[in-house]
């Protein structure tokens, strides 16, 4: 079973950046795609961008498209997520969650098995 911990999070005024972390043990981390959510105040989580076990295939959803940058590093047992141009409406808990199912690059909720504790954004206006 892994274990995930994020960590980067924090306050940024609009348009600015932020690079999160999620460092993995417990497991294979290889095995895993991996995937980054958010959930804003008063709303459902939802699915940011995913990546592959292999780092081939990547998906964004259309809110960050261009603008956050999903990585990872196999040697590290780290998925990073780059986020350039932040808006308030970005501001959100971030969670990073693994998929151990082997059907590639997904996006609902449900199909991670494991998640993070989570790391605060809030973007200023």
């Known amino acids: 079973q892994v274990q995930l911990v994020e960590s980067g999070g924090g306050l940024v005024q609009a348009g600015g950046s932020l690079r999160l972390s999620c460092a993995a043990s417990?497991?294979?981390?290889?095995?895993?795609?991996m995937g980054w959510f958010r959930q804003a105040p008063g709303k459902e989580r939802e699915f940011v961008s995913a990546?592959?076990?292999?780092?081939?295939?990547?998906h964004a959803a259309d809110s960050v498209r261009g603008r956050f940058t999903i990585s990872r590093d196999n040697a590290r047992n780290t998925v990073y997520l780059q986020m350039n141009s932040l808006q308030p409406e970005d501001t959100a808990v971030y969670y990073c969650?693994?998929?151990?199912?082997?059907?590639?690059?997904?996006?609902?909720?449900?199909?991670?098995?494991?998640w993070g504790q989570g790391t605060q954004v809030t973007v200023s206006s």
């Open positions: 990546i592959s076990k292999s780092a081939r295939t990547t």
């Open positions: 417990g497991g294979t981390f290889s095995r895993y795609a």
């Open positions: 969650a693994a998929d151990q199912s082997g059907l590639g690059v997904r996006t609902g909720v449900v199909e991670y098995a494991y």
